[in-house]
């Protein structure tokens, strides 16, 4: 299996700045690596596919980069309600896995 | 728009088997652009990918699950369903179903439930 291994596990920021969370594969996961947003009680809701595409919709504050075994997932300017809780997630080789989550705080 | 809803008992004994229902409204399950997954969080944690269909019936499992994991599908239902055996407290979390879309390098999971939490206790 491929470990996703995602850091900081959380962080505290103010609304505003610029935020990057990193995500380490285990072994290379090409661009094969999806984020999401997670806000309290609700489901995910996907950010970016194929590490660095926006899905429709999404503010063009996040942005993705990054292929093989490192990615990163940047907010540009922080806003109130970005705060939330990110996964990564690679979808090279079966099983599908996650990181464990990078929770945004606020400041 | 595709929505997905899970359905399932809310709480489960040690040792019994918990079956899941996640119907989707919006598109047909039998339209073979998608497969669609099962995905559990314990609380305070990450998230767990336990498996998926296709419309044709092909499944892949997470192996650390596939022992006691089935998923099926409805297709006049237009539903899918899981079903975890021997369950003990380490499965409580909450489930979601999603729809595992491919996309321009892999797979993403663009479509998600409301999530449905399952409580092992006896």
């Known amino acids: 299996d491929i470990q996703m291994t995602q850091s900081p596990s959380s962080l505290s920021a103010s609304v505003g700045d610029r935020v990057t969370i990193t995500c380490r594969a285990s072994?290379?996961?090409?661009?094969?690596l999806n984020w999401y947003q997670q806000k309290p009680g609700k489901a995910p809701n996907l950010l970016i596919s194929a590490a660095s595409t926006l899905q429709s919709g999404v503010p063009s504050r996040f942005s993705g980069s990054g292929s093989g075994t490192d990615f990163i997932l940047t907010i540009s300017s922080l806003q109130p309600e970005d705060f939330a809780t990110y996964h990564c997630?690679?979808?090279?080789?079966?099983?599908?896995?996650f990181g464990q989550g990078t929770k945004v705080e606020i400041k | 728009q595709v929505q997905l809803q899970e359905s399932g008992p809310g709480l489960v004994k040690p040792s019994q088997t918990l079956s899941l229902t996640c119907t989707v409204s919006?598109?047909?399950?039998?339209?073979?652009?998608?497969?669609w997954s099962w995905i559990r969080q314990p609380a305070g944690k990450g998230l767990e990918w336990i498996g998926r269909?296709?419309?044709?019936?092909?499944?892949d499992y997470n192996a650390s699950l596939k022992s006691r994991v089935t998923i099926s599908l409805d297709t006049s239902k237009n539903q899918f369903s899981l079903t975890l055996s021997s369950v003990t407290a380490a499965d409580t979390a909450v489930y979601y179903c999603?729809?595992?879309?491919?996309?321009?390098?892999?797979?993403?999971?663009?479509?998600w439930g409301q999530g449905t939490l399952i409580t092992v206790s006896s």
């Open positions: 997630q690679q979808s090279y080789s079966i099983p599908w896995t």
């Open positions: 072994q290379s996961a090409s661009n094969y």
């Open positions: 999603a729809r595992d879309s491919h996309d321009l390098a892999g797979w993403d999971f663009d479509c």
């Open positions: 269909i296709y419309s044709t019936g092909s499944t």
């Open positions: 919006g598109g047909s399950i039998s339209s073979g652009s998608y497969y």
